[in-house]
């Protein structure tokens, strides 16, 4: 498990009358102990741990994208229905 600094939750916005409630996660690099990451979820409901477990997915899903890019040289482009 990422080594984790701290979570907070925090209020979000510029505009007072809609401003949005969200958890804001620090995250420590393994390999570079002064560095870290800042996740941010607007589900407050979810733990500091979960967060972290679906940022990593959908980096993992980030990184597949660039890759398919790479190798078919042009614009890459999923459309999703939900």
């Known amino acids: 498990m990422a080594n ?3 979570g907070i939750t925090v209020e979000i916005g510029g505009d007072t009358t809609k401003l949005q409630t969200a958890k804001v996660v620090y995250v420590r690099n393994r390999n ?9 979820s607007t589900d407050v409901n979810l733990d500091e741990n979960e967060i972290i477990r679906v940022y990593g997915k959908r980096w993992d899903i980030e990184v597949f994208f660039k890759v ?9 482009q999923v459309l999703c229905k939900r």
């Open 32 to 40: 570079k102990r002064k560095e870290y990451l800042c996740l941010i």
């Open 68 to 76: 398919c890019k790479s190798y078919l040289k042009r614009p890459f």
């Open 4 to 6: 984790r600094i701290m």
